[in-house]
């Protein structure tokens, strides 16, 4: 992993588009004090080096209607890094699973997955995950309320 050394002006420019990535550019470099070309040229060189990655449009899972968020734990029958890779690929397959990661501990992956009700995480983890071939059995864990979700990252102190 390479760190990307950050000036003030990248921070600053960084910070206002984790909380408005919808902002032109004219209001950006209004935001963070620049002219609307040099502030262009920055972004884009934060995103040439991969600080940005892409910009998303965060949606209302609720107003959508998938009532049901959750994580699971799950645990691989076999432990080769074959079967860990065929499982992170299934899993960007499934438009139910919002995130997928690899852990040390007790499970293997822990995952968040979306559903409409109760009824249809049910079936997801009965009739997807605990049929693939490699699964040895799984763990959920039901949100009850989202107390903090946040995709904005901390900054890290100018160079």
Known sequence: MTEV???????????????????SNVQLAERVGM????????????EASGVIQRQVALLDRKKLGLGVLATIQVRLQRHTEAGAEDFARAMNDLPEILSCWAMTGRQDFLLVAVAQDIESF??????????????????SSLVLKEYKNQTALPMPKAV
């Open 5 to 23: 050394m950050l000036s003030t002006t990248d921070i600053r420019i960084l910070q206002a588009l984790q909380k408005d990535g919808s902002i």
């Open 35 to 46: 002219s609307p070309s040099p502030c262009l040229r920055r972004v884009k060189q934060l």
């Open 122 to 139: 049910g079936d997801f983890v009965t009739h997807q995950l605990l049929s693939m071939p490699n699964v040895r059995d799984v763990q």
